[in-house]
């Protein structure tokens, strides 16, 4: 084949690929058996006009894009296996401009597997905090918990809002003037002081339907410094009026929602859950301290375009976060007196240590061979298909790319806690 690399930069390969055109005239030839069945034309019996008689109707291009399709993966992988390239991502293909008859020039740039030489795996010094104690006070907010994911809803949409009852609106605002912050779907207890203070009081007595504009002054201590003291105007149309009712803790409770038959059983069945969560929690911080702890050893650079694949995906998941907490970024920002950019920039920065990291783990699990057991495979697709409210039978068909990523996954933990086990630990 004809491949010419032209240069490998900061993690990325770039080559061109030319593909002759009697490679191209094959892949033209199926895409026309792809889509003959598409074309009706006056003469020809439904889905069976000649290839030239479409190309003269459409123009030849019209089978230009499918039998791209069929050609270029081949071409590519056939060039990746000839470059001897380790590849580490997906590809950017740009397809030159198309002449039928001749050759078609296409230009790669991919993701390659930086070139370093692996330190000295054990003995890593890492300095790591007291594992989490399971106190009473987070048992009685786990059960609190329960109550809340168990609560009796009242529906009062044609009545008064009282104290105590729960109403979820819409909300823009206005800071003297200026345009701020707006929600959608906020719900708020009457008396719980959990919002603005003052701003509650002017939401009892409203209904479903109602529209109001509540003025207040927001508190001079408020953590927005630019914020604080100042007057502010709530448009708020209310949306529902419901009265919370929270089930009494006792054993009645634990035997009908927990299927234990007293509340001290339950507080023993809360105990043990916190605690598996909590050692959970602190094998992820172990590992989160030897990877980094390995990944300060080295420096080499690492292609921007997996990292802000990498940083789209972390963007994503913490505005998710957010919005799962009834907020919004740009409310979680003024709150914390940061920005977008700073948020971007930290981001960013995560980002690429993440896929240095990666870089690195892959490399140990290639050198000390990390394997996967048929049992830890499929147990750690089950897990992951769950974590994701997706059918575990049938998970491994309906991951789709993730296949990949999470087989990775599975075995950079074996790397990790292979570093862990050789690693000097250091009680904080």
Do not use: C
Not at 54 to 62: A, F, L, N, Q
């Amino acid at each position: 084949m004809n491949v010419t690399l032209e240069k490998v930069e900061n993690s990325e390969a770039y080559f061109e690929i030319v593909i002759e055109a009697g490679k191209f005239e094959k892949g033209l030839e199926e895409s026309y058996k792809k889509n003959v069945k598409n074309y009706n034309i006056p003469g020809f019996r439904d889905g069976s006009a000649p290839r030239t008689i479409i190309e003269s109707k459409y123009g030849p291009e019209v089978l230009f894009q499918d039998a791209i399709d069929f050609v270029v993966p081949d071409e590519y992988y056939a060039a990746i296996k000839e470059l001897e390239l380790k590849t580490f991502g997906e590809p950017d293909i740009e397809v030159g401009y198309i002449i039928k008859g001749e050759p078609i020039s296409v230009k790669v740039r991919v993701p390659v597997k930086p070139e370093f030489t692996l330190a000295k795996l054990e003995g890593l010094e890492i300095k790591l905090p007291k594992a989490d104690e399971v106190t009473e006070i987070d048992i009685n907010k786990y059960l609190k918990d329960m109550q809340s994911k168990n609560k009796i809803v009242i529906d009062k949409s044609k009545e008064p809002a009282a104290l105590g009852d729960t109403v979820t609106f819409d909300y823009k605002s206005t800071i003297e003037d200026d345009a701020f912050e707006g929600q959608e779907n906020f719900k708020l207890i009457l008396g719980s002081d959990a919002f603005f203070l003052g701003f509650e009081d002017k939401l009892v007595g409203v209904k479903k339907g109602d529209k109001l504009n509540v003025e207040i002054t927001l508190p001079k201590e408020h953590l927005a410094v630019q914020l604080a003291g100042k007057n502010a105007q709530f448009m708020v149309t209310v949306k529902n009026v419901e009265n919370i009712q929270f089930r009494e803790l006792n054993d009645q409770f634990a035997q009908e929602i927990a299927n234990v038959n007293t509340l001290e059983e339950l507080r023993l069945e809360a105990k043990k859950k916190l605690l598996e969560m909590a050692s959970l929690r602190y094998s992820n911080t172990e590992k989160q301290a030897v990877v980094k702890a390995l990944t300060d050893m080295y420096e080499f650079s690492v292609p921007e375009s997996v990292v802000m694949e990498q940083a789209q995906a972390m963007l994503e998941q913490f505005s998710n976060e957010v919005k799962s907490q009834g907020g919004t970024i740009e409310g979680h920002l003024q709150m914390i007196n940061s920005n977008v950019q700073t948020l971007k920039k930290q981001i960013w920065e995560d980002a690429k240590n993440v896929t240095k990291s990666s870089y690195i783990l892959d490399k140990i699990i290639r050198e000390k061979g990390f394997e996967l057991s048929d049992e830890e495979e499929n147990s750690g697709i089950e897990a992951f298909a769950t974590s994701l409210g997706m059918d575990k039978e049938n998970a491994r068909e309906n991951l789709g790319p993730l296949f990949g990523k999470v087989l990775f996954d599975l075995k950079a933990d074996k790397a990790a806690q292979y570093l862990l086990k050789h690693a000097v630990i250091t009680m904080l």
